[in-house]
Structures are given as C-alpha cells and as structure tokens.
C-alpha cells in the first residue's frame, strides 16, 4: 500500500529542504530520497483523515535522542553549527529540550562553545553530553561525536524498552489476577456469607478461613489500610536516607537472579558509556567520573568511584574494578588496558551483557509467566473450593 511521507532533508550543499512524496514504506522512502541525493533528518507517514500528520509529544530523552542523530545528520551534510542548532531546536517534540537548545544557541552565539553551553544546562543534558562534545571540538570530529552519541542513546532506550516490555506483561497478570481476588473476597464471598448465616449449619474450616479473610478486608479496611499507606510513606522516606539506601542497594545485589541481573545492567550501562567516551577522545579518570554517574545501583557506583580513585593514583583500571564488575567484565577490561583498545573491549562488554540481560529477561518472563498463573489460579481455586463445600455440608445437613 502507497502512502504519503512528510520528509526533511538536506542537500549536498547544506540547504534544508521539506517535501511530501510517495512511497511503500518507510524504508523506500529513505531509499527515494538518497537517489536524489538527500540526507534524511525526518521523514513521517502523513496519517489520513487528521489535519498537517500532528506529531505526538516526545519524552525528554526521545527529544535528545532526535536531537542528537538530527545534529548529526546535518553536520555531516555541511550545514554549519549555528544553523543545525536553530533548525533542530525548532522541530522537536519536547518544549523543555527545546527551550534549553535555544539557549545554548544564544550561548554559542555569544562566543561560548558548545560544550560549555550544553554543561550550563545540566537538568537537561547530562554530563556525558558536554564531555563528548567536548572531546568532539578539540579533535575537529564533531559529527562523528553526535552520530556516537545518537547510537548510545538509541542502545540505551532499547534496552530500556525490552526491559519494560519484559515486566509489562507479568504486571499486567498480577494485577488483573490480584483484582479478581480482591472483588471475590470485598463482594462475592460477603453475599454468599449472609445466605450461608441464614442458613445456619456448621461451616468446613476452608469456608471459615475464607470467610475471616473477607471479614477483615470488609470490616477492618479502615484499620488496615492506613496502616498500609503509613507503612509504605515510612519505607520511601527511608530509602531516601543514603545509608539506608546503600544498605537496600547492597543486600538487592545479593537476591537471587534479580541481583545478578541487575549487576549484568548496570555493567551494560557503565562499559557502554565509558567506551563511548574514550572513543570520543576523553582520558581514562574523566570518562571513569562519567560514567560512574550511568550507574544506578549505589554499591556499584561506590566501586566504581574506589576504582577511579585508584587510578588516579596510578592503578590499573581491571583490578580496581575487580570486586565490582562480573569476572568477565574484568578480563575483558585487562585485555583492553593491555592491548590498548580499551574502548572497543568496553564496547564489547556491554553487547555482550546487554545480550546477556536480553536473554535472561525472557527466561525469567517464561518462567513468571506459568508460576503467576499456578499461584492465581490456585488462590480462585482455593476460593471456589471453600464455596462448594459449604454448599455441599448444607446440602448434607439438610437431607
């Protein structure tokens, strides 16, 4: 099926250029508009049957992502610097990026470069963000810099993506399943109680459970659910406590499979970004301090801040890490400070866990999968057992 795609583009000689053309997919119109010698910087199916294809609103880091590979491609094409800023920060779909590349355009103007423009809006780019581009002045490489940086942020938000897709669907089951169980004991069992006291009659001992419990999600919610909502505010506000967090970050390590799996991301996320910045031309400490920031759990960044400090000292960086990492990870880090392709083995570690993290989502997305509906299930069971023997002790007692 031939559809229409709104496209910008820029020429050979920088220009950039807007159009609408035909095509059968998004792909062919890429294709199409290489023959004619364009590069692409967006190209977007017009939907039918709403006005100008409005394009949906996109997250901050979306925004960045769009920026940074539309940056790219127009550097590449020739556009200059000043240009490219006004022509991305005027189509992206974030007002916030926005309104900080607009600054950091006044900023550039002004005589500033563009790494200390985009270091002076540090809610909004991150810290990796300055030093790249940075790197990426100093060696004349600034496209190639922005064409890392989209990749590094496309892996990232892939990952991300496939991690929460994995959890979408075993939390989407335990709540439909948890509600179902709720609406049996809060209104079902309730009804099938006050016909069962009118009948009288002795109860088996899995009705009279069922019935305790029904009793005490109806008949005490006003006690039990503020003890609830106070008992989880008490535990978030103590997870803002830095020792008490380090201590929550430390004993998840240990936890079997999730604390293994979460190591393997965060290795994922830590190798990436530090061989992203030493490919860009970062020297080993600075790079470590940055990419120390990408780590989420507390204990790992800890370790990871003992190792910069280690090699701020004169240290080599595997052994450093040699309690924080997996043995792997480390290994691949000694051949590369040995080899002196540390950046490409970085790199090479997180494919290699990002695969790792892949695959261990799906096994435990298999095995959640049946275990959920052999738990639920046998809770429903359990609740329409205890309704059939009662019914069938009053159909005993009375013949």
Known sequence: MIGRYRYRAATAEGQVIEGVLQAQSHQTALEALHRQRLYPVAVEEVETGRAGGRRSRLSARAALTLWARNT???????????????????????????????????????????????????TVFAPM???????????????????????HLEEGAELRSQVRSALVYPALMAAVAGLGVLVLLGF???????????????????????????????????????????????????????????????????????????????????TRTLGLLLRSGLPLLPALRIARSTVPNVTLRDGVERASAAVGEGGA????????LPPLAVQMLAVGEESGRLDV?????????????????????????????????????????????????INTSAF
């Open 317 to 324: 960086l595997a052994p450093s890490l040699a309690e924080t």
């Open 129 to 151: 963000f300055g030093a790249m581009i940075a790197a990426g002045e100093a060696t004349g490489q600034l496209d190639a810099v922005f064409d890392r940086l989209a990749d």
């Open 188 to 270: 079902v069992v309730p009804r099938f109680t006050s016909i069962l006291q009118e009948v009288g009659g002795t109860l088996p001992a899995s009705t009279r459970a069922l019935v305790a419990l029904s009793g005490v999600l109806t008949g005490w919610w006003w006690l039990w659910l503020p003890v609830l909502l106070a008992g989880a505010y008490v535990l978030a506000t103590a997870l803002r406590r830095p020792d008490v967090q380090r201590a929550w970050h430390r004993r998840r390590l240990r936890w079997p499979w999730v604390g293994d799996l979460e190591l393997k991301y965060a290795t994922a996320q830590f």
């Open 345 to 393: 083995l970085c790199l090479r570690i997180a494919d290699t866990y990002d695969a790792e993290v892949r695959r261990a989502l799906r096994a435990m997305v298999a095995l959640i999968e049946p275990g959920m509906i052999i738990i639920f299930g046998g809770l429903v069971g359990f609740v329409a057992l205890a309704m059939l023997q009662a019914i069938y002790s």
């Open 72 to 122: 790219a491609t127009l550097l590449q094409a020739g556009l200059p610097l000043d240009q490219a800023l006004a022509f991305t920060a005027e189509h992206l779909g974030n007002d916030v990026v926005q309104d900080a590349l607009k600054r950091v355009r006044r900023e550039v103007q002004g005589g500033a470069s563009l790494a200390e423009a985009l270091s002076a809006q540090p």
